[in-house]
């Protein structure tokens, strides 16, 4: 291997290499992640199942994103005020009950349609309280220096699992139903409670905090730091848009899949798993670089645009599938790099709380949006919905390069000055 590429190596993978907590949580998320996404699957067949419904599939969407609408900057709060750490190992043994109760229902054959919906709200709750926990968890594991490299890797874990869950989920259902994949799921939370356990406390980052607010305090405190920030309004103004009308894949690719491209399951399958590794690609992009970037945010979102109005009017699967991989790298590139800058510009006190603001921006909105790109896919198709969705993200990243600029233009200007020698007025 060429010096150059060994380098490259060990920035890609320098928090896995340096920090052992990281190691042992990474480990732990590579058996949970995977899971999850089975879970995911199965969760939606069996409703199918249940109900021989796609409205039913829709509104099983909407129970699991409510709760990101209801508690989202609440979380904030409470990841703020407690121990990271044990929160997460609350908020995991909690999604391991939500998956234990799913099995024993499925393996019981008397399941109904509200449970189904019941127990994906508890998992979504479960879930809002366990991100903010976890992502300054891993700020905790890494410290600033290697944060941006650790939240790539997550990001490459995440999108691997994509990858993967859904194949796994497929044979699973096929040979033992949709019961096994929630067995096996709720399984899988003991390896990532077991990483959790076994950290050494003393490696963790310890944070400076203040005095705890009440919950409504909390959260008017975070809200009033970003207002007070250029930087991080942009951000959340920029996730809440762009999430919120572009990023509905979820509701859409089914659509293209069937409607635009009059093709079957096995096409669906592809173009998600596209979508799925240009954005692991991405994420190790980014875990590469190494460091956080307004440039590389402002690209990846440009680029996001530009190839969301270029599958709009798309009619030829491969065209679509490349597309979609390029799609999801961007996405990626954008999304890392906002988390990273949010995290780095954040003091300790109130990390939690700006991450709950970002989740909330990227999915609080999700239930409304999904209902929007469902009702732009019915009047115009996907060639409107995708259209809309590119034209959106192009505006926004129109308006934060416009914000930016200026700012950039006057450091520099300011720099310039400072080293020009002042010139004697004798």
């Not at 997550?154 to 989920?169: D, K, V």
Request: with cysteine.
């Amino acid at each position: 291997m060429s010096p150059l590429l060994r380098a490259a190596g060990r920035r890609t993978f320098a928090s896995l290499r340096i920090h052992h907590n990281y190691r042992l949580f990474f480990g732990g998320q590579v058996v949970s992640l995977a899971g999850t996404w089975m879970q995911n699957v199965a969760l939606a067949w069996f409703v199918v199942e249940l109900t021989s419904s796609p409205l039913a599939v829709g509104f099983l969407a909407f129970c699991r994103f409510l709760p990101f609408t209801l508690f989202g900057l609440v979380s904030g709060v409470l990841a703020d005020r407690l121990d990271n750490r044990r929160l997460v190992i609350g908020t995991q043994t909690a999604s391991m009950l939500v998956s234990i109760a799913l099995a024993v229902l499925a393996f019981s054959g008397a399941a109904e349609a509200w449970h189904a919906y019941a127990l994906a709200a508890l998992g979504g709750t479960a879930l809002v309280f366990d991100a903010p926990g976890r992502h300054a968890l891993t700020f905790q594991m890494v410290g600033r220096a290697e944060l941006p490299n650790a939240i790539a890797l997550n990001a490459s874990l995440f999108n691997a699992s994509r990858l993967m869950g859904p194949a796994i989920a497929g044979f699973v259902i096929a040979t033992a139903g949709v019961a096994a994949c929630f067995a096996v799921n709720a399984v899988s939370f003991l390896a990532v409670l077991a990483s959790l356990l076994l950290m050494r406390e003393d490696e963790l980052v310890q944070l400076e905090r203040e005095e705890r607010p009440t919950l409504v305090a909390g959260v008017r405190e975070g809200i009033a730091y970003v207002l007070r920030s250029p930087n991080l309004r942009l951000i959340l103004a920029m996730t809440t848009v762009v999430s919120t009308v572009g990023f509905n894949f979820h509701v859409l690719v089914p659509v293209l899949a069937s409607e635009t491209l009059h093709a079957g399951p096995e096409v669906f399958g592809l173009l998600s798993a596209a979508f799925g590794g240009g954005a692991l690609v991405g994420a190790l992009l980014t875990a590469a670089l190494g460091r956080a970037s307004w440039k590389v945010l402002l690209l990846g979102n440009a680029g996001f645009a530009v190839t969301l109005l270029a599958l709009a009017p798309q009619r030829n699967a491969v065209l679509a599938g490349a597309l979609l991989f390029v799609i999801g790298a961007c996405f990626t590139l954008w999304t890392s790099n906002s988390q990273s800058i949010l995290q780095l510009t954040a003091p300790d006190h109130l990390r939690g709380r700006v991450l709950s603001l970002y989740l909330f921006a990227f999915a609080g909105l999700a239930p409304l949006g999904s209902l929007f790109a469902g009702w732009l896919a019915e009047v115009g198709g996907t060639e409107l919905a995708f259209g809309l969705a590119g034209a959106s993200a192009a505006l926004m990243t129109a308006f934060a390069f416009a914000s930016t600029r200026p700012r950039g233009w006057a450091d520099a200007l300011r720099r310039v000055a400072a080293q020009r020698p002042t010139k004697s007025v004798i």
